[in-house]
């Protein structure tokens, strides 16, 4: 029950400081941008890039994968890339979103609009 009123604490706490928060979460939101991260499923035969926002920027086949004429294979390897590019850069943006709640003084696992 105390450890409500400590988190109340904690977020009123924050609440007066509104601007700083915000800047906070901007600088955040522009390091998130800047993020990237790689999955690759068949030992290399697909590699997919994705952004900080969760955006496929780059998918690639190789040569090997093409000569497999197995479209369902295929499929599957694009979806296990995908996955595991995803489950990466959620990762790291959990780590950015950590970093500024301690900044701010907030508990961990603590969440605010725009941090999660």
Wanted: proline share 3%; hydrophobic share 45%; net charge neutral.
């Amino acid at each position: 029950m105390f450890g409500m009123f400590k988190d109340l604490s904690a977020v009123m706490g924050v609440m007066g400081k509104m601007g700083k928060l915000k800047e906070e979460v901007e600088a955040m939101q522009a390091r998130v941008a800047q993020l990237s991260a790689e999955g690759d499923a068949g030992a290399g035969l697909v590699k997919v890039r994705v952004n900080g926002k969760s955006e496929i920027v780059r998918c690639a086949l190789s040569d090997e994968a093409m000569k497999l004429n197995d479209r369902e294979m295929l499929e599957d390897l694009i979806k296990a890339a995908v996955n595991q590019a995803l489950t990466k850069i959620r990762q790291q943006v959990a780590e950015e979103t950590a970093k500024v709640a301690a900044n701010m003084g907030l508990p961990p696992g603590m969440n605010l609009p725009g941090l999660s």
